[in-house]
């Protein structure tokens, strides 16, 4: 059974810093693109970052959180990272790690096959 693990949510106050965890088992994601997604009540999920397995690994960041958030993720994929720092109120959503078996477009969450349970992050002012 695919199982994608996320942890290191919580409360932090504006400017501070938190770290999530996905881990990934039940099969192999080398190669593959793994993401970050986020979800704010009374929005639609969006994207926030992705390790491009099928391209050498390189990151991909949405535009709100490029320069302050960084997705690390080895060749494995068995634990992905994303180090947030700089955290706005505006940073408050579940975040979800996510797995794509295709290269398809990283920023749509159709492209994803497996999902995380999600973990809060709370930003306060």
């Known amino acids: 059974q695919v199982q994608l693990v996320e942890s290191g949510g919580g409360l932090v106050q504006a400017g501070g810093s938190l770290r999530l965890s996905c881990a990934a088992s039940?099969?192999?994601?080398?190669?593959?693109?793994m993401g970050w997604f986020r979800q704010a009540p009374g929005k639609e999920r969006e994207f926030v970052a992705a390790?491009?397995?099928?391209?050498?690994?390189?990151?991909y960041y949405a535009d709100s959180v490029k320069g302050r958030f960084t997705f690390s993720c080895d060749n494995a994929k068995i634990t992905v990272l994303l180090q947030m720092n700089s955290l706005k109120p505006e940073d408050t959503a579940v975040y979800y790690c996510?797995?794509?078996?295709?290269?398809?477009?990283?920023?749509?969450?159709?492209?994803?096959?497996?999902w995380g349970q999600g973990t809060q992050v709370t930003v306060s002012s």
């Open positions: 039940g099969r192999s994601f080398s190669g593959k693109t």
């Open positions: 996510a797995a794509a078996l295709s290269s398809g477009l990283v920023t749509s969450t159709r492209n994803y096959d497996y």
């Open positions: 390790c491009l397995g099928w391209a050498a690994g390189t990151t």
